[in-house]
């Protein structure tokens, strides 16, 4: 079984502000690790996954995450964030054999100040 | 042109009531999603569906009965509602079952139960 925790329930910045937002997963197998964005009132969607290859990924929005395979931990930063970057976030990881299943973290509300 | 659409948006309704969500995308995908998401923004999954076929039913109450007419469709019906069930119930699609895909999610239906 497959366990994600997300070590800040809210993390409020200023705007312009570098922001990391931070993913622990525990899993006794390989997984894929997933970012989704969920905006006020409205469903989840995709920011960024890791799937293999090179440890940093990045979505267009200029967030990025950085896989870690030996701290299992995948964070998630901007350098520099937007009012519009208010939203909750979480971190998934799914198990790479078989149907996908989603193991979701408690989730992080980004609240960026003017 | 929504990808992924839930009706109702809102559900209020009393204990003891049945009641269903339907799902819809349009987007071709093969799997199906049933997620809730409790009053603490915890997202569990409930049911996958793979072509019409139950892939996933994690520890849900009997009272919960998934049905997929079709590949585009998966809607959710609830016996005997509970104080418990409310929640936001989201449903999601992906292209297939695998462990890689991105997973897209309708709005959501909240859902309170009196």
């Known amino acids: 079984a497959q366990s994600v925790t997300q070590l800040d329930s809210q993390v409020p910045v200023f705007e312009e502000a570098p922001v990391e937002l931070r993913c622990n997963y525990s899993s006794s197998v390989s997984v894929y690790l997933f970012w989704y964005v969920q905006y006020p009132n409205q469903g989840l969607q995709l920011l960024l996954k890791?799937?293999?290859?090179?440890?940093l990924v990045e979505s267009i929005n200029g967030f990025e995450a950085e896989f870690n395979k030996s701290q299992t931990s995948f964070h998630l930063r901007k350098p520099s964030v937007h009012i519009s970057d208010t939203a909750e976030y979480f971190c998934a990881v799914s198990e790479i054999q078989g149907a996908q299943k989603l193991v979701f973290g408690q989730g992080t509300r980004l609240t960026i100040n003017p | 042109d929504t990808a992924v659409s839930q009706t109702p948006k809102y559900l209020v309704t009393q204990m003891g009531n049945d009641k269903s969500i339907k799902c819809e995308q349009n987007l071709g995908h093969d799997t199906m999603y049933w997620y809730k998401q409790d009053s603490k923004k915890f997202l569990k999954i409930m049911f996958s569906?793979?072509?019409?076929?139950?892939?996933i039913n994690e520890t849900v109450p009997n009272r919960f009965s998934p049905k997929s007419p079709d590949k585009a469709h998966l809607n959710l019906h609830i016996n005997s509602l509970e104080l418990g069930d409310s929640a936001v119930y989201f449903c999601?699609?992906?292209?297939?079952?695998?462990?890689?895909?991105?997973?897209?999610f309708g709005p959501g239906t909240r859902l309170l139960v009196l």
């Open positions: 999601a699609s992906s292209r297939s079952s695998g462990g890689r895909e991105t997973q897209y």
């Open positions: 890791y799937l293999s290859g090179s440890t």
């Open positions: 569906y793979n072509n019409k076929e139950l892939i």
